[in-house]
């Protein structure tokens, strides 16, 4: 049965995610240090954290994160100029 609030990625599937955000940020590194850094701080707290522990912290970013892309949605049309129907068929093209 599909949960969408249980995480089923591993700790190296993680890792691997932090590479490709890193990867990106690499292609303007000057720009990007700052955000290197801290990303380098969370693989290596990724690293020293237990699988249990590791599950239950990222199970509820993912969780969490549904939220807060509503509430940022939401926060961004405050001023009545979004067209929803355009945000919409963005993140339906970016599948």
Same mark, same amino acid.
């Given at each position: 049965?599909?949960?969408?609030?249980?995480? /089923?990625?591993? +700790?190296? /599937?993680?890792?691997?995610?932090?590479?490709?955000?890193?990867?990106? *940020?690499? +292609?303007?590194?000057? #720009?990007?240090?700052?955000?290197?850094?801290?990303?380098?701080? !969370?693989?290596?707290?990724?690293?020293?954290?237990?699988?249990?522990s590791? +599950?239950?912290?990222?199970?509820?970013?993912?969780?969490?994160s549904? /939220?807060?892309?509503? /509430?940022?949605?939401?926060?961004?049309?405050?001023?009545?100029?979004?067209? *929803?129907?355009? !945000?919409?068929? =963005?993140?339906? =093209?970016k #599948?």
């Amino acid at each position: 049965m599909f949960d969408p609030d249980r995480l /089923e990625l591993t +700790k190296p /599937e993680i890792l691997a995610f932090c590479d490709r955000i890193i990867s990106k *940020w690499n +292609k303007n590194p000057s #720009k990007n240090a700052q955000n290197i850094l801290a990303m380098n701080a !969370v693989k290596t707290a990724i690293l020293w954290t237990d699988d249990d522990s590791l +599950k239950a912290i990222w199970g509820e970013i993912v969780k969490w994160s549904f /939220e807060i892309m509503y /509430e940022n949605a939401l926060a961004q049309g405050k001023g009545g100029d979004v067209d *929803w129907s355009a !945000v919409l068929r =963005s993140l339906k =093209s970016k #599948k």
